[in-house]
């Protein structure tokens, strides 16, 4: 993600009459975004909060007082499972993102730049996913894995997750591919530029956004879920399922110090990439080609 | 855009075939024999057997018509307000968030990579009826003492904005992102009115965004059950909801299945006249 | 689902689940390991061990594989109803499940018989209330793992008053203050109670009372929410003024809030059990009993209960908690709390679930369902 892609490189606006009331308004929106996303980061604020309390009983509900002691590694991995269950969550995030982020482009690309038979079919195909009650979903894997001998388990979380995230990435990267220009595209072919040099050079950067939009998407949806999951996972944990189970008891402080620690990951490395991006100075840099 | 005619080629055949034969084997094959089930009477312990039985149909219908339309009207809700919520953010960091346009989308999702439950948990500390935010407006006397958030509509409706507002903002973004910014300085020459300007350029090119998004909201927000399960109160009960618990407590398969595949069927429908309202055949593919 | 895959010509030769032979024990001996799903953080722990599991091993040589993958009864059994349906083995060879979905995979045919001459320490430690329980007559599946009751939780300040009865939830004066449970059994056994009713006995038309009951109260805005584990930090909050409760949730709330109470109605409470029991098939039907007798230990149950504070099916293990809590308070707070070892008096007031044939569990689920989703 470090990769900047862009279309163009984002030109300053050009002078004109309304460039003095833009200016006087130019705040609104940085500010109202702010706003937005401050939103979305207040339960984590608790979360990282109730990370540092000293619960009195089993239940982490009512703050008591200050303490780091979930921080250090004996106490943080104190519990296996739990361990294990991050572990697992992780992987079946990457692996099932990476997937259906894949297969879901290429069918957002088949759909929008391509004719073909069944198309129409396709698209109902898709939606169907996305319109389905988990606990259906999940009870009918279920049923087919068991009738086909396969034990549940790792494997068939991932097969679940895909199943469910596709649909989400064909949309996201569909808003990106339809109404496409291939002029760019047949200009690299007139330049004499093979197929396939023509998808990583021109194809690929344009549709990226949508593409990291969308798999970003199917992360969330993958780690979150715990309905499909809690069918076909077997012996298998995940952070929903062991979180879910320990609720019964009471949820430990060592989940919400696994959970910000995990975002912590995601703001370093965004307060990184914003820091880098400032040292390399100001002037839009000239867009960078994945690939 | 596709619309030059050619030869048949195997290209999109060869794109679409990983994800549609998973999609196949994983999807169309289980929810086939989930169809037949919806036909099948019976109980769980003596087996359900395939009669037919098309009354599973209009049985859940009168049953949970409550429910049904509840959900449907929230969902409708939960998209309009997502959309006016993430619309002008999504523009923002489209247009102007410059280099770091990425990071904002991962800024976005970031909490989303937390577990549910201690989301929600976070939610309830903050909005319970004597929490830091209600308690202090009802000491101000702002509020009335019997005020509560949780456990109404608002709560569930609060709970479902917050979880799929992300599914909202990024098709927008992605949308909003691929516009020409020169072509948004000619529509303000041209029109001389930043609001016509939006309106006749903007808004058009974002359409796809906007469809896409409340894809990505609706359909799932109205088959929810878990901010209904755990926010919600007495009469906010959604069709999600019904439907989990006849599969995982009343192990009642017949009736889940058919009231899944009406509301699937109500989705369908929806989707399609949606995607008639907004014009173009080419934004449903 | 069996009977859906069947249905459906897709593998699965039983139709019913008494049709599964009870063809004995897999072996006759122990094997050295033993799988074992249990719930989440519901054996004791200690520096990021967990003690009894390690004197098993030390004492028997039986290696664990312990996994905490059961979040409720449930959605558990819909994941090993196929196997066992189909007279397959599942992974584990012991489960915890709640007594009532244990009467109902003993009337499945999907547990094995115990062998009570492997349990000599269930025989001389286990509580009177624990043999011979109404949902596994003489034990003959199943044994205690932890237990609880099903009573009232309130916050006397904002009750005003005591509660004593189960009548008292439905006083019109707490409006939007009343939690009550979306687990159906817990629900209408304290309301059938709270009619004189004796759970045991009820009949459709006393579900239907008591279902129009609760829908009276409902509609009167008495209840805020029907709620599952969550209640308790709605509790907690004073989102709600009086809930039933689960004794083990109040005994830890109380280290937060020690104004809290819980209280067996007058009319009665529930008394629900976790118990271990050893599925169709497992392949290491020995060495689970062998972990079954292990923790009738006193020393052993003491340990267990100490860290999770539910009720103990081991009455001895109390005056070891008061020997331990010479040294550490914590221990007595947890052997003198009713909560953990209740009563006679609370006991004497305890009754158990109905046993629900399939019929019977459709037509209550029914009425229930038309109480929670208005």
């Not at chain 1, 076909?232 to 944990?237: E, L």
């Not at chain 2, 991962?106 to 309830?124: E, G, Q």
Request: glycine fraction near 8%.
């Amino acid at each position: 993600m470090a990769t900047q892609v862009e279309t163009k490189p984002t030109a300053p606006p050009a002078p004109g009459p309304h460039k003095e009331r833009r200016k006087k308004r130019a705040w609104i929106l940085p500010t109202y975004t702010g706003v937005i996303i401050a939103y979305l980061f207040i339960p984590i604020l608790v979360m990282i909060m109730f990370g540092f309390n000293e619960p009195a009983g089993r239940y982490n509900f009512q703050w008591e007082g200050f303490t780091t002691k979930w921080y250090n590694p004996d106490r943080l991995l104190e519990f296996e499972d739990l361990n294990e269950a991050v572990k697992n969550s992780l992987l079946i995030g990457v692996i099932s993102t990476f997937v259906s982020t894949v297969f879901g482009s290429l069918i957002a690309l088949a759909l929008t730049r391509h004719r073909f038979r069944g198309r129409a079919g396709l698209n109902l195909g898709l939606f169907l996913p996305m319109a389905s009650p988990e606990v259906v979903l999940g009870v009918a894997l279920l049923a087919l894995f068991v009738s086909l001998n396969v034990n549940t388990g790792f494997v068939t979380i991932v097969i679940s997750h895909v199943m469910f995230c596709i649909s989400y990435v064909v949309v996201t990267v569909k808003a990106r591919t339809s109404g496409f220009d291939r002029s760019l595209e047949d200009a690299a072919k007139d330049l004499g530029a093979d197929p396939w040099t023509t998808f990583w050079t021109v194809t690929f950067p344009l549709i990226f956004p949508g593409i990291l939009a969308a798999s970003l998407l199917a992360f969330a949806l993958s780690v979150d879920d715990y309905v499909i999951t809690s069918f076909n996972a077997g012996g298998t944990v995940t952070i929903p399922l062991w979180v879910y189970g320990a609720s019964r008891i009471g949820v430990p402080p060592q989940v919400n110090v696994m959970g910000t620690l995990l975002f912590g990951i995601g703001v370093i490395y965004v307060l990184v990439s914003i820091f880098r991006g400032r040292r390399q100075g100001a002037v839009p840099s000239p867009p960078v080609k994945a690939g | 855009m596709a619309r030059r005619s050619r030869r048949w080629s195997p290209v999109p055949y060869l794109l679409t075939l990983p994800g549609a034969l998973w999609l196949t084997v994983f999807f169309i094959v289980p929810m086939f024999t989930m169809f037949s089930v919806s036909f099948q009477e019976g109980n769980f312990e003596e087996g359900f057997v395939f009669t037919g039985y098309w009354q599973n149909y209009t049985n859940v219908l009168t049953r949970y018509d409550t429910q049904l339309f509840r959900s449907l009207a929230y969902g409708l809700i939960v998209t309009l307000v997502t959309l006016c919520l993430s619309y002008p953010m999504a523009y923002w960091i489209a247009r102007r968030g410059g280099k770091n346009k990425n990071l904002f989308l991962l800024l976005i999702l970031l909490p989303f990579f937390t577990p549910f439950i201690i989301r929600t948990l976070a939610w309830k500390q903050l909005l319970g009826d004597n929490s830091i935010i209600l308690g202090t407006l009802k000491g101000w006397n702002l509020l009335p003492e019997s005020y509560q958030v949780l456990a109404t509509s608002t709560a569930v409706l609060s709970g479902l904005i917050y979880n799929f507002l992300p599914f909202m903002a990024l098709p927008l973004y992605v949308a909003l992102e691929r516009m020409d910014p020169s072509l948004l300085d000619a529509a303000t020459d041209l029109y001389s009115n930043r609001r016509q300007a939006f309106l006749r350029v903007t808004l058009p090119l974002s359409l796809p965004g906007v469809f896409a998004g409340s894809l990505l909201t609706f359909i799932p927000a109205v088959g929810d059950f878990i901010n209904a399960d755990l926010l919600g109160g007495v009469n906010t009960v959604m069709i999600g909801n019904v439907i989990q618990r006849e599969f995982v407590t009343n192990l009642d398969y017949p009736e889940g299945a058919a009231l899944s595949f009406l509301l699937m069927g109500m989705i369908v429908i929806g989707v399609f006249l949606y995607a008639r309202v907004l014009g173009t055949e080419e934004l449903t593919g | 689902m069996s009977a859906f895959l069947a249905a459906c010509g897709v593998g699965g030769s039983n139709e019913t689940g008494d049709q599964n032979q009870d063809d004995g024990l897999t072996t006759t001996k122990e094997n050295g390991e033993l799988n074992f799903a249990n719930w989440p953080l519901y054996i004791d722990r200690a520096k990021g061990r967990r003690p009894t599991l390690d004197d098993f091993t030390k004492a028997s040589g039986i290696q664990v594989n312990y996994k905490e993958n059961i979040q409720d009864n449930e959605t558990f059994f819909g994941t090993i109803q196929e196997p066992l349906a189909n007279d397959q083995a599942i992974e584990w060879d012991i489960v915890v499940l709640t007594d009532w979905m244990i009467a109902r995979m003993i009337r499945l045919g999907y547990l094995e018989e115990l062998d009570h001459s492997l349990l000599p320490n269930f025989e001389a430690h286990a509580g009177q209330i624990y043999k011979d329980p109404v949902y596994d007559p003489s034990n003959a599946h199943s044994v205690p793992w932890q237990s609880g009751i099903t009573g009232i939780g309130y916050d006397p300040k904002l009750t005003g008053g005591e509660i004593t009865s189960f009548n008292q939830l439905f006083d019109p004066s707490l409006e939007g203050k009343v939690g009550m449970f979306k687990e159906m059994r817990d629900t209408f056994t304290l309301t059938l109670l709270s009619l004189d009713i004796d759970p045991q006995e009820a009949s459709i038309a006393d579900i239907e009372a008591a279902t129009e009951k609760l829908i009276e109260q409902r509609e009167q805005g008495i209840v805020r929410q029907y709620y599952g584990n969550e209640y308790a930090d709605a509790l907690l909050r004073g989102d709600l003024a009086a809930t039933m409760a689960w004794s083990g949730d109040v005994f830890q709330l109380q280290f937060d809030n020690p104004d809290l109470r819980f209280v067996v109605p007058d009319e009665g409470g529930v008394l629900w059990v976790d118990n271990m029991a050893i599925p169709q098939n497992a392949a290491n039907p020995i060495d689970a009993h062998t972990f079954m007798d292990f923790v009738y230990d006193p020393e052993i149950a003491a340990q267990i209960t100490g860290w999770v504070n539910y009720i103990c099916p081991v009455p001895e293990a109390q005056d070891l908690l008061l020997k331990q809590g010479e040294k550490d308070s914590y221990y007595k707070t947890v052997a003198e709390s009713p909560l953990v070892f209740p009563t006679p008096e609370m006991e004497a007031n305890l009754h158990g679930y109905k046993d629900l044939t399939a019929d019977e569990e459709e037509q209550w689920q029914d009425l229930f369902q038309s109480v929670i989703q208005g």
